[in-house]
């Protein structure tokens, strides 16, 4: 059977290169998280709304003073923290990773059709490398677009929490980048096993654009799970999506609302399983024909 690491770099640089090679791709992909940073999170921002409101009640004269406080604490109580923006900007985070990992199931369509994927399954190299060469591939390029993301958040305004000291700052930052990787391995694996025995693009942008909306809403990227009806909550509750949210507002926001050693046992589970799934099913399915 051969090295099962063998040709796996190979693979994975191939992958980066149409990436870095092609800037227009990473400012395209880019495009998405910083327009709902940008213009959803600050023209929406629930901070704004409350404490730069006027409150006009004839015969009642509340100081500004009063609102603000109240607003306070309301946010904190609602999405736990004051300030919206950064809840909204530390799910952004988990987004650019997963819109990442969506797209990565494209890649092995179009090996297929042109012709690529064929000439690799005459070489020596493992079926499963080359699903775990793509899955990589997309791992690294959400990390790097991750953290373009998380520097624009900042500069827009982005608030963390003052209590950490620079070491656990430190800690918590790499605490969420390998959270990040847990949900890039898991979805990545889960899009490029769907696309396996695809040889048609549109059923592959198909099933993105089906699962990308109802994934985004359907955890707690916007507002927290308390806030959703009660149908929708079973849903979020098994959304990994929602797990990389709380680990990376827990972390850098203090703001958690499970346990962040449970989440990052649930993510683990996710990006394993989906992981070799798509391994074993690589050496099923991948065929010269």
Partial sequence: MGNPLHGLWALT?????????????????????????AFFGKSMNMTSIFTNGSVNIPGLNIP??????????YLKSTFGTTDYFSFLAASMVAQITFFTAMNSGMSIVWDRRLGVLGKLLTTPVPRGSI??????????RSLAQATIVLLIAVLLGMKFNTK????????????????????????SSLYLTLALRSTNWQ?????INLLNMPLMFASNS???IKMMPWWLRPIAYINPLTYVNDVTRGLLLGASSFSVPMDFLYLTI?????SAIGIVLSWRFLSEA
């Fill in 131 to 140: 699903i775990m060469g793509k899955v990589l591939n997309s791992v690294i």
């Fill in 164 to 187: 950490l000291t620079p070491l656990e700052f430190a800690l918590s930052v790499v605490g969420v980048y390998a959270a990040l990787t847990l949900l890039s391995l898991g979805f």
């Fill in 222 to 224: 916007f507002y927290p």
């Fill in 203 to 207: 059923s592959q942008m198909a099933i």
């Fill in 13 to 37: 640089d191939r992958e980066l290169k149409k990436w870095y090679k092609a800037p227009v791709v990473l400012i395209v992909t880019l495009i998405q998280p910083i327009v709902w940073l």
């Fill in 270 to 274: 996710f990006a394993v399983v989906f």
């Fill in 64 to 73: 500004k003073q009063i609102i603000d406080q109240i607003a306070q604490a």
